[in-house]
């Protein structure tokens, strides 16, 4: 980096507290791009799908390869969780502090918008022109049995 009149260079600051804490945080960069990237293509397909019942048949097709970002995204960000966390704490109280985290990430926003699912098609039962069946046990928890969940994506 060019700094001052004297066109000195010099070494592109580094927070240090950072790397000490997150020494992998810049290898990672690259990996989170591509997560990105992948999550970014698994939304547009589920939101093609989403919007095959609602619209034209055909504007599926126009993301249908966005299904391939699935299995990089759940790769990868298996490999994501398992570096970052390897060197962390091998206790019981650090696995349910993970458990707490995730299910606060991804349960806390699916729950309302499911709620929400599950009242129009309870109010307005063609409000999808997918006319599918769903199961309220497997749309609240999320845990499987043989209803799909209303939110197909889930």
């Known amino acids: 980096m060019v700094s001052g009149l004297l066109g000195q260079m010099t070494e592109p600051a580094v927070d240090e507290s950072v790397a000490a804490v ?22 547009m397909h589920h939101a093609s799908l989403a919007s095959d019942a609602f619209t034209a048949p055909n504007y599926a097709s126009m993301f249908s390869w966005g299904i391939y970002g699935v299995d990089f995204f759940f790769v990868l960000s298996g490999f994501i969780i398992y570096h970052v966390s390897q060197k962390g704490p091998k206790q019981l109280d ?55 969940p209303a939110l197909s994506v889930a």
């Not at 992998?24 to 698994?42: H, I, P, Q, Y």
């Open 22 to 43: 997150h020494p992998a945080k810049r290898k990672l960069g690259t990996l989170e791009v591509g997560r990105g990237v992948a999550a970014l293509s698994v939304v």
């Open 94 to 148: 650090a696995a349910l502090r993970f458990l707490t985290k995730r299910l606060r990430r991804i349960y806390v926003p699916y729950l309302p918008i499911t709620i929400v699912l599950i009242s129009a098609y309870l109010v307005l039962p063609d409000f999808s022109q997918g006319n599918r069946d769903w199961g309220l046990f497997t749309s609240l928890t999320l845990l499987p049995s043989n209803a799909p």
